[in-house]
């Protein structure tokens, strides 16, 4: 195997916009929560450069209060939400690193 992609649906119905704002934020919290362990973990115990998930905790931080923007406009309109959120996940070998 060289390389594999799948495609998973995590998400795909229609919800009330309150039912879907809490999904999805339950989602992106727990996804901040993951990255905020990684970065002070990798930090503390490695010294490791943590920027990148740094700079991405606070990308969804912005995400998720515009999302929560959207919902309470939705819950107001008493609209209803539909969610599909596909995953894709590709299975690759990690290039050899060579040494000269």
Known sequence: MEQETHQF????NTYSAS????????????KIRFLNVQVLSNHE????????SAKRVEQLQ???EEMNKKFEEAIAGDYEVEVSCPINIT??????VTSE
């Open 19 to 30: 039912a879907a704002k809490e999904v999805l934020t339950s989602l992106i919290k727990d």
């Open 91 to 96: 299975l690759r070998k990690p290039e050899a």
């Open 9 to 12: 649906q995590l998400i795909n």
């Open 62 to 64: 912005a995400e998720l």
């Open 45 to 52: 115990r490695f010294g490791a450069d943590v920027s990148h």
